[in-house]
């Protein structure tokens, strides 16, 4: 059963329910905020319960920081590139589509196509992870600038601000999950 089918990721969840949810239920309703990871769920898993969707998030985070280094570009590496259609060398997630699409990332002119993808392959052969961006956050002419001025940076720095960015997506798919309203009890 993919995560799709789970039959609680269609809904809305407090986090009562969150903390209820059996270990498999909540990895595959979780599963799939840290993109094609779902192994970020199953680790935060015996950590609950939540006291609320901002503790979710940190003790996931967590978790991402306290991988080693090969572990954090590992997590980048399972972002699809910006831009591009998912594709078997592009996997992307339902989510990651649906964002990128939104601000119009896979509408782009030819000269918006050419220029994402050369400087999408300079990124990548420079680091060895894709550009990450929460897209949500940003429009589309703000992504092409950033990605051209990040390109110049080092790897030190774009491993840290490519995680940073990682978990202002968790956050915004977290909130997509889980309603942020106080439950009475855990």
Not at 91 to 97: D, N, V
Request: proline share 4%.
């Amino acid at each position: 059963m993919s995560q799709e089918d789970s039959p609680v990721s269609r809904s809305i969840l407090t986090m009562s329910q969150v903390n209820s949810l059996s270990d498999k239920d909540f990895i595959r309703t979780f599963g799939n905020v840290f993109e094609n990871c779902s192994l970020a769920a199953a680790a935060v898993v015996r950590r609950r319960p939540f006291s609320s969707l901002r503790h979710m998030h940190a003790e996931m985070c967590s978790f991402v920081d306290q991988l080693p280094k090969k572990g954090r570009e590992g997590i980048l590496r399972n972002l699809a590139r910006i831009g591009n259609p998912p594709s078997s060398r592009n996997p992307q997630s339902r989510e990651s589509y649906q964002e990128q699409r939104s601000v119009g990332l896979h509408d782009l002119t030819k000269e918006e196509r050419s220029m994402l993808d050369s400087l999408n392959n300079d990124y990548y052969r420079k680091f060895g992870f894709p550009f990450v961006i929460c897209v949500r956050l940003n429009r589309k002419e703000a992504i092409l600038q950033k990605l051209a001025k990040r390109l110049h940076s080092t790897a030190a720095i774009e491993l840290h601000t490519g995680i940073e960015e990682v978990k202002k997506i968790v956050l915004l798919r977290l909130k997509n999950l889980v309603i942020e309203k106080l439950d009475s009890k855990l």
